[in-house]
């Protein structure tokens, strides 16, 4: 067994993931959910607002993971993210919609594994004022930090 070259992933199955993330177009940062329903598949969202006149807003997103891959420390992953968001600058409000198509990893540091970090790229599909299509890069900084529960 002490030689044994097979490596168990961690399994999150049934915990919620707890943080923040700043992936809406808007720029709001947003509180952050995961929860991992099973070893293929978690459900997630972001919710996030400011009163502010200038770079105001809201936005709320449903997100849905799809795991390709485990390592100890570490899963691939693909998601599907939908979204409303709502952005107000010099008393203006626009209201639009975002859709992301992304891959990513999330991984834990050893004994620290209640903690994870996300990374992710793809493309993104928005609107607030014209519709755009862009590639997006997101490091953990700005993808997600959740305290699973």
């Known amino acids: 067994m002490i030689l044994s070259s097979k490596s168990h992933s961690m399994d999150r199955r049934g915990r919620l993931g707890v943080g923040f993330a700043n992936q809406m177009k808007n720029g709001l940062p947003s509180l952050s959910f995961k929860l991992q329903r099973s070893k293929s598949f978690a459900l997630g969202g972001q919710i996030g607002f400011s009163n502010d ?23 691939f992953f693909g998601s599907v993210l939908g979204g409303v968001i709502k952005e107000k600058s010099n008393g203006i409000s626009q209201s639009g919609f975002q859709a992301d198509l992304t891959m990513g990893s999330e991984f834990s540091f050893p004994g620290l594994e209640s903690l994870g970090f996300s990374l992710e790229f793809g493309v993104s599909f928005n609107k607030l ?13 700005v993808s ?6």
Do not use: Q, S, W
């Not at 997600?144 to 529960?149: G, I, S």
């Open 53 to 75: 006149d200038n770079g105001g807003g809201h936005a709320a997103a449903l997100k849905v993971y799809r795991n390709f891959f485990d390592e100890p420390n570490l899963t």
């Open 129 to 141: 004022d014209d519709f755009v299509v862009e590639t997006v890069g997101n490091n953990f900084i």
């Open 144 to 149: 997600a930090v959740h305290f699973y529960l």
